[in-house]
């Protein structure tokens, strides 16, 4: 394929039924559908017009990379209706993402054992993704997904073209966050956020955030940061850090990030006491404090025996 450095299946349109749409954002939809004879069941992540062909490639070429059970997997890609930019063909994963299924659970609650191996699954796959010198840089459970036996897959690696080492291009996705004019999404997305990884800088008599575009960065401690943040999300069924404050207090949620506040002084979350400590580790104000998916992987891993 000639968009990307990893080797990558050229699907036949033909060979893909598309069934319905089952999602849509700013950069793309997502259909679901069939493929070949054995009519195995793929999602088809199809880009809209004003994305071009370097963001597909970005997240086509990450993706053949990968190779984990905890991380979305790749089939192919296929050309439709004579569209010059690439569709990922994806595995389907039944229950869709992981933020609905935890709303879905808030009635009946979820036991902790559950909890923690989908925080395993997580773990698991960002070690996978860590090793392969790739950062994810918008870990959330909003981009994870899991399937009916409850296995967490990480999806969504496109967005930005980031390394372990710090090598890699700090590439701008075709709409960048500090032009979005959709406050409540740009808060959102940054309540994951690192200290140290925040766009964001006080000016002015009132100290007024304003978003700095030099100052936006996505590393591996960021990862680890937002880990904490996703832990946080699936003991409260899928609130998000901070509580309420993103919508109603956005500068309060600037502030509290840049000092090093935790989202749990923010809202109350019942966990073992074993979880609550590797969450507080991750979010270690000094990002070389923080552990590493590796590390978690292991000690999440102890507490499922």
């Not at 990893?6 to 598309?18: A, T, Y």
């Not at 960065?217 to 699936?234: H, I, S």
């Not at 270690?284 to 999440?300: A, H, N, T, Y």
Request: charged letters at 30%.
């Amino acid at each position: 394929m000639p968009t990307t450095q990893h080797e990558v299946l050229v699907i036949s349109p033909e060979e893909i039924k598309i069934a319905k749409q089952i999602g849509e954002g700013y950069y793309s939809t997502v259909v679901r559908g069939t493929w070949g004879p054995s009519c195995t069941q793929v999602a088809v992540k199809q880009y809209k017009q004003h994305v071009d062909l370097e963001f597909a490639k970005v997240e086509i070429d990450r993706l053949a990379q990968v190779a984990h059970k905890n991380v979305v997997r790749l089939h192919g890609i296929v050309y439709t209706n004579n569209n010059k930019i690439p569709s990922p063909v994806m595995e389907w994963v039944s229950f869709g993402r992981l933020t609905t299924f935890l709303f879905r659970c808030r009635e009946k609650g979820l036991r902790g054992e559950k909890l923690i191996r989908m925080a395993h699954d997580i773990a698991a796959g960002m070690e996978h993704l860590h090793s392969k010198n790739l950062v994810h840089g918008d870990l959330a459970t909003r981009n994870c997904l899991i399937d009916s036996s409850l296995e967490v897959k990480i999806a969504d690696l496109g967005h930005y073209d980031c390394r372990v080492d710090g090598k890699g291009v700090h590439r701008k996705a075709p709409r960048d966050v500090t032009k979005n004019k959709d406050d409540e999404e740009i808060v959102m997305k940054l309540a994951w956020r690192a200290p140290e990884c925040l766009p964001i800088a006080f000016v002015g008599k009132n100290g007024q955030p304003q978003f700095c575009s030099k100052k936006k960065q996505r590393t591996a401690e960021g990862d680890v940061w937002a880990f904490g943040c996703v832990l946080y999300e699936l003991w409260t069924l899928g609130r998000g850090p901070f509580g309420r404050m993103w919508r109603e207090e956005k500068d309060r949620v600037y502030r509290a990030i840049i000092n090093g506040h935790k989202p749990t002084e923010y809202g109350r979350v019942v966990m073992r006491s074993q979880v609550r400590v590797l969450m507080d580790n991750c979010w270690e104000k000094e990002p070389g404090q923080r552990p590493k998916f590796s590390v978690l992987e292991k000690r999440l891993a102890a507490q499922l025996c």
